[in-house]
């Protein structure tokens, strides 16, 4: 392991900002250097010490971004220390910074959408463009090849439309669901209803039995309503309208709700549901911890982040659309209709991101991939090799191939994670 240098440390790690320190910060500033035979071997069960060891493995993964960083510095044209993106979790952000980015997602919301009315009547917005993208593509990107490196991109093209169309001058904040697991949903700066949230709980709807999954020969999962289920009252999303879906909303008693194929125009109330018990289950501290350090190869690694058929578990993926609950939050198909499917899917980048640092030589190379073209392939199809493409229609372009995504500081992007 390098060691690298103070200044490098500093600029990207030492600071909550991507401003320059001084000299002297320079001078005193110190970084512990974890080995990779320091790290932890298994996931505690106990979620202080989780919460440990993942502190551990995200500074491993700054150590090994950091080192490629400082390599590219003298490099014209490159990602390096003095041009990368740092992203937050939403509690690190300033009020104003927070208030800017629910900003520019209401100014996405007001924008004409790009989506031609005659393939998709009911977009309505730049907003739209993205959520009718995903449901237009659900079925080839989850349970795929192309899960991890599309969302990847979808949340980089999203946040690039954010500064580019609206003005924004931060970066893609994530939410930490083991943090929000320890203090509960509400209870979070991400989800308190206040101005300077992502808005909060849906109003309190009564008698409303579990949601039920699986069925059809799997195991059944038993979710307990949450804490909300009607339309959101408060925050910046307060008046927002949902255009599109529901496709796939999982109702109490395992009934879904649809209107076709979610494509029309079906303008009604943000709902949330926030259910504690979904984030301390699948989405606490020890989930994410196992998740990183159990799995050693890309396919049991995705798998397990979205949840095995069968197996009882909804993932941390799962665990974060059914926390957040509601329509469309728990509609695979039309989830990015609530503005926190973004930060959602920031984790689920980060936890990869980290995932991947443990062996980047193999991890961010074809042995990092693994999957076929749809979903659990039941549609027969190609796998998914670094020369598959991944285009996001009307919502942003251009098309680009697996080998530009594997990489956060390769290829298009430019960023890493605090």
């Known amino acids: 392991m390098r060691f690298n240098s103070p200044l490098a440390l500093t600029l990207i790690f030492g600071t909550l900002s991507n401003a320059l320190p001084s000299p002297q910060a320079e001078a005193t500033q110190t970084a512990t250097i974890i080995e990779a035979s320091e790290l932890p071997i298994a996931a505690s069960s106990d979620a202080a010490t989780a919460s440990d060891q993942l502190d551990q493995l995200l500074q491993f993964a700054q150590q090994q971004a950091n080192a490629t960083l400082e390599d590219n510095s003298a490099k014209r044209g490159s990602c390096n220390i003095f041009n990368v993106a740092v992203r937050r979790e939403w509690g690190a952000l300033s009020k104003p910074e927070r208030k800017a980015y629910t900003d520019a997602v209401l100014c996405l919301q007001a924008k004409k959408a790009n989506t031609p009315a005659s393939s998709m009547p009911g977009a309505k917005s730049r907003f739209d463009d993205w959520v009718g993208t995903h449901i237009n593509q659900t079925l080839t990107i989850h349970y795929t090849g192309t899960f991890l490196a599309w969302h990847r991109y979808f949340t980089w093209q999203y946040e690039q439309a954010l500064r580019n169309e609206c003005g924004y001058k931060g970066y893609q904040p994530y939410w930490n669901w083991a943090k929000t697991a320890a203090t509960g949903l509400e209870k979070s700066p991400i989800l308190d209803g206040s101005d300077y949230s992502m808005s909060g709980n849906g109003e309190f709807i009564p008698g409303r039995g579990n949601v039920v999954l699986g069925g059809n020969g799997l195991p059944e999962i038993q979710i307990p309503a949450g804490s909300g289920g009607g339309c959101v009252k408060s925050g910046p999303f307060k008046n927002m309208k949902v255009n599109l879906g529901p496709v796939s909303l999982g109702l109490p008693g395992g009934a879904t709700e649809?209107?076709?194929?979610?494509?029309?125009?079906?303008?009604?109330?943000?709902?949330?549901?926030?259910?504690?018990?979904?984030?301390?289950?699948?989405?606490?501290?020890?989930?994410?911890?196992?998740?990183?350090?159990?799995?050693?190869?890309?396919?049991?690694?995705?798998?397990?982040?979205?949840?095995?058929?069968?197996?009882?578990?909804?993932?941390?993926?799962?665990?974060?659309?059914?926390?957040?609950?509601?329509?469309?939050?728990?509609?695979?198909?039309?989830?990015?209709?609530?503005?926190?499917?973004?930060?959602?899917?920031?984790?689920?980048?980060?936890?990869?991101?980290?995932?991947?640092?443990?062996?980047?030589?193999?991890?961010?190379?074809?042995?990092?991939?693994?999957?076929?073209?749809?979903?659990?392939?039941?549609?027969?199809?190609?796998?998914?090799?670094?020369?598959?493409?991944?285009?996001l229609g009307f919502a942003a372009g251009p098309p680009v191939k697996m080998a530009d995504l594997m990489s956060t500081t390769d290829g298009p992007m430019c960023y890493i994670y605090l």
């Open 258 to 391: 649809a209107n076709g194929d979610g494509l029309s125009y079906n303008p009604r109330c943000l709902k949330r549901d926030l259910t504690d018990y979904t984030n301390k289950k699948w989405a606490d501290a020890p989930a994410v911890a196992s998740l990183i350090l159990k799995n050693k190869d890309i396919w049991n690694f995705q798998m397990e982040m979205q949840g095995v058929p069968g197996s009882g578990s909804i993932g941390v993926h799962g665990g974060g659309h059914y926390s957040m609950g509601g329509d469309p939050g728990r509609d695979l198909f039309v989830s990015p209709g609530d503005p926190l499917f973004y930060l959602h899917h920031g984790m689920i980048d980060r936890t990869w991101w980290i995932w991947q640092s443990l062996d980047s030589k193999t991890r961010t190379s074809e042995k990092g991939i693994s999957g076929t073209g749809f979903f659990l392939n039941q549609v027969p199809s190609p796998n998914t090799t670094l020369d598959t493409p991944i285009d």
